[in-house]
C-alpha cells in the first residue's frame, strides 16, 4: 500500500517519467530486479555484481548520471526529474548503481573542482569501469575531520608523499581510485590546510584492509597510506582550500543522495506490515509496525517537499532532516521487525529474507555519512539557527 503523491506535476515531467517506464519495461528483466528486503547499500557478492550489471544498461540505454551536464556524459536532468528517475527506478524494482559514491558525490565535485585531466575520469564513473572510494574518516577523525593528520607532503618536483590511515573506507576492497581529503598546511590541525586528492587505490604504499561487520559483510575498510608518491595533478582545487571541496562532497551525500533510499525504506515498511499481518501477533505489536510505516510515509512525502521547495529556488528544512530520518527510521522498522520475528529475529539470510542481516547493518546507517548526533546539530544550527555548539577549551 502507498500513498498517493505524484512528483509529475507538468507535462514534461509527465513525459519524462514515461519514457523511463517504458524503456524499464524492456529492459529491467528479473535478473537484475532487486531483492526488496536486501541492504541496498551491500557491497560484495552476487548481488553487487548485478547492480554493476545494472549500471551498464543503464549507461548504454543514457540513463546514468541524469543529473550530471550533457556535456560531461550524463541528461542534464533537473533535480524535479533527478527525483522523478530514482522514484521510478525504486518503484519498479531497480537495484541502486553501484559506483554511488562516484556518481553521486566525486563525480559532482570533479564537474564543478577538477581540472580537465580529472573530468577525464568521469566516463569511467558513469560505466562503472572504475569504482570510487571516499577517504575521510580517519580513527580520530570521524565527525570533526579539522582532525584529519594523513599528511600530503609537497616534494620540490612538485608531487605529493601521502602518510598516514584511513577508516570505514566503503567499497574499500574494490575501488580503483579514492577522493582523499588530507593535511597539507602547517597547523596540526582545523580545516585551513587540508586538500583533496585523486589516488590510485593500487599505488605502491596502498595498503586496504577489509573490516568484517557484525552482519559478515566486508562493507568497508582500513586504509594505510605509506609514503605514497601521487603526481602533481592528483590535487583537487586549491592547495589548502580542500575542506570546501570536501563540503560540496558533503552537501551531495546529505541532500540529493538520499532520494535514492525512498524505494528501498517503502519495501521495508510494506513488508512490515505483512510481518504484523500474522496470526498471534499482539494488538500493540501491531501498533508499532503501523506507526513505523506512517512515518516511512512522511519519510518519502518529505522528500517530496524538499525537491517542491528546491523546483521553486529555495531549500526546504525537509531536505536536511531526510538523511537522519533514514537512519533513525530504518533502524526502528528493523527491531519493530525483529519484535514481531520473535524468535527468529537474529536468523540471518534466508533466500529472500533478510530481515536479521538489515537489523543489523541499520545501526551504521545512524552513523554513516554524518552521526545522528551531528546531523541534529547541523539542523540546529543552519535552519534553526541556534547558537554553534561550544567547542571543548
Ligand atoms: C556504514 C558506514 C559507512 C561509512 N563510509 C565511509 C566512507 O565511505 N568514507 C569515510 O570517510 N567515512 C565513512 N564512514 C565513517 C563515518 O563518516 C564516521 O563513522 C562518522 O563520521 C562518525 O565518526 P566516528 O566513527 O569517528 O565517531 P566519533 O566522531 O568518534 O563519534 C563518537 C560518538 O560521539 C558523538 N559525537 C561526536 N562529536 C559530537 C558533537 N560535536 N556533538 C554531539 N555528539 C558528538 C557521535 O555522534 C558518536 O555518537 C562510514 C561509516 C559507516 C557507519
Not at 80 to 107: D, Q
Request: proline residues 5%.
Amino acid at each position: 500500500m502507498q500513498l498517493r503523491a505524484d512528483l509529475a506535476t507538468t507535462p514534461a515531467l509527465v513525459a519524462f517519467r514515461d519514457e523511463l517506464r517504458a524503456w524499464l519495461d524492456r529492459h529491467l528483466t528479473e535478473e537484475f530486479k532487486a531483492n526488496p528486503l536486501a541492504d541496498p547499500t551491500g557491497a560484495e557478492g552476487d548481488a553487487f555484481e548485478r547492480r554493476r550489471a545494472w549500471q551498464r544498461v543503464l549507461h548504454d540505454g543514457g540513463w546514468i548520471g541524469v543529473h550530471w551536464p550533457a556535456e560531461y556524459g550524463g541528461r542534464g536532468a533537473t533535480l524535479a526529474e533527478y527525483a522523478l528517475f530514482l522514484v521510478t527506478c525504486g518503484e519498479a524494482g531497480a537495484p541502486e548503481p553501484v559506483n554511488t559514491i562516484g556518481l553521486s558525490m566525486v563525480g559532482p565535485t570533479l564537474i564543478e573542482h577538477g581540472t580537465p585531466q580529472q573530468q577525464a575520469l568521469l566516463p569511467a564513473i558513469l560505466s562503472a569501469e572504475t569504482i570510487w572510494c571516499q577517504l575521510f574518516s580517519e580513527p580520530e577523525a570521524g565527525s570533526d575531520l579539522g582532525a584529519i593528520r594523513t599528511r600530503a607532503r609537497k616534494q620540490p618536483d612538485g608531487r605529493w608523499h601521502v602518510s598516514g590511515q584511513k577508516v570505514w573506507t566503503s567499497l574499500g576492497p574494490t575501488a580503483d581510485l579514492g577522493f582523499l581529503l588530507a593535511r597539507t598546511g602547517d597547523a596540526p590541525s582545523g580545516f585551513r590546510g587540508l586538500s583533496c586528492f585523486v589516488v590510485d587505490m593500487h599505488a605502491p604504499g596502498v595498503t586496504v584492509r577489509g573490516l568484517r561487520q557484525m552482519g559478515g559483510q566486508t562493507h568497508f575498510s582500513e586504509v594505510f597510506f605509506d609514503d605514497v608518491v601521487l603526481p602533481a595533478d592528483a590535487l583537487v582545487g586549491q592547495e589548502d582550500d580542500g575542506w570546501s571541496v570536501a563540503t560540496n562532497t558533503l552537501g551531495h551525500e546529505r541532500t540529493t543522495a538520499i532520494l535514492a533510499r525512498h524505494a528501498s525504506t517503502m519495501s521495508y515498511a510494506s513488508a512490515l506490515l505483512g510481518l504484523a499481518g500474522r496470526p498471534g501477533v499482539t494488538p500493540s505489536d501491531r501498533d508499532r509496525a503501523v506507526t513505523d510505516w506512517i512515518e516511512a510515509q512522511v519519510f518519502r512525502l518529505n522528500g517530496y517537499r524538499g525537491v517542491a521547495a528546491a523546483i521553486g529556488g529555495s531549500t526546504s528544512p525537509a531536505t536536511w532532516t531526510q538523511r537522519m530520518q533514514w537512519g533513525l527510521l530504518n533502524r526502528r522498522l528493523f527491531e519493530t521487525a525483529s519484535a514481531l520475528r520473535d524468535g527468529d529475529a537474529l536468523l540471518l539470510d534466508g533466500e529472500d529474507d533478510h530481515w536479521g542481516t538489515l537489523l543489523l547493518a541499520s545501526r551504521g546507517w545512524t552513523i554513516g555519512g554524518g552521526t545522528t548526533e551531528i546531523q541534529r546539530n547541523m539542523l540546529g544550527e543552519k535552519i534553526l539557527g541556534l547558537p554553534r555548539e561550544p567547542k571543548p577549551v
